[in-house]
């Protein structure tokens, strides 16, 4: 039997799938948007944009952010316990509609 591969993106079709009017490249405004240190953003993956992906098992977490890095911001949160921190373009995070603290 064939090996199946291990790449950044396997198992990943029905994850990165997208709706057929959501196909292509988001508005220019994704790429855009800025976050401020403590803001809650959730990880959303944009598949058509490979640069600043985080790994996909982060698919719907919500993090915290600590810091810009470059174009990108730095990330943390939970996972098992333990604190990890991501590097994500901002293409792939959505704010929250809670503000820092949690309240609405």
């Given at each position: 039997m064939v090996k199946s591969s291990k790449g950044f993106r396997s198992r990943t079709r029905g994850t990165f799938r997208k709706h057929v009017r959501e196909r292509g490249l988001p508005?220019?405004?994704r790429f855009l948007k800025t976050f401020e240190v403590g803001d809650r953003v959730?990880?959303?993956i944009?598949?058509?944009e490979p640069h600043g992906m985080p790994?996909?098992?982060y698919q719907?977490?919500?993090a915290t952010v600590r810091a810009q890095v470059g174009r990108s911001y730095l990330i943390a949160f939970l996972d098992g316990g333990k604190e990890k921190q991501v590097i994500a373009h901002p293409v792939h995070l959505l704010p929250t509609s809670k503000g820092p603290t949690g309240s609405a």
């Open positions: 508005p220019v405004t959730i990880i959303r944009e598949s058509s790994h996909p098992r719907g977490r919500v």
